[in-house]
């Protein structure tokens, strides 16, 4: 699926990452606690980030991670801070008034699947 | 002996939260540089984003070391205390003691050490109320 795919399915906001639209995305990953975000050997520049977690951490654990896209939900705005350090390292950072469930729910019942520990694809 | 190729010393402030990540972004940034297998730099960069969060969110303060081999990357966390009481309680996976300042960052899953350790190919931890250090290899393929 493509990053402006997923943009319409959640109707959401994009922020910073125009550039990354036609990315293809193959899986997700979805928490608001970024160490079990980090424990996923699969993440890579492939995988969508949804998170409700509004702050530089979320960009942070992404830059680690090689993630190039991230869903905020739950209608956050994102801090200032957040959207330049998205914009910084190249990271497409998009919002929606969808709770996590919700967000999650859609985006797999389109093919995206989960990343684990074994890889979605 | 390894030779040494290069090596780098970065300051963690106690409860920093505004820069915490800092030491182990610029740390990503200088193993880009050099021609390294990107799955194993990120494996590198999250384990030293954890070992970097711990200290702040846990300790006194302390310093992140990052060590470049031919063949490895060697990257050493050391603070200065309180410690770790029961290591082996902390080594396992959901154990936490984070502050609900710390939780608010994104931290507290009790996964850290766990994720540490499974990106390392050699991880050794050693903690008294002196202090807690990290010992985190990896090898380059
Ligand atoms: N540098 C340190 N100094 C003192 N205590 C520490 C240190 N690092 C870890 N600990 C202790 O070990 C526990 C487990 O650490 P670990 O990194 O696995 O989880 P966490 O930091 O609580 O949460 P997470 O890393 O998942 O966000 C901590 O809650 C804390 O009690
Ligand atoms: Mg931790």
Redesign the interface.
Known sequence: MKVHEIRELLNAKLYVGEGLLDKEIIGAYAS?????V??S?YL?EKAVLV?G?N????I??A????LSVIVLVRGKTPHPEVVEMARENGIALMTTTLNMYNSCGILYAQGVKGFSNERAD | MRELIKRYVFQVQANDFDN??AA??TI?RNLKTIAIN?SIV?KV??AS??AEINIIIHSNGGEMVLEIYEDMISIKANDKGPGIQDVDLAMSEGFSTASNAAR?????????L??IK?YSDNFKITSNEKGTRLTIDIMIE
């Open positions: 608001d606690l970024m160490s079990d980090l424990a050997n890579d998170s977690l702050n530089v951490q979320l942070r654990t830059e680690m991670l090689d | 915490a990540g182990s972004s990503k990107p990120r960069a999250v984003y954890e608010e960052l994104g931290f507290g899953a009790g996964m850290g766990p994720n499974k």
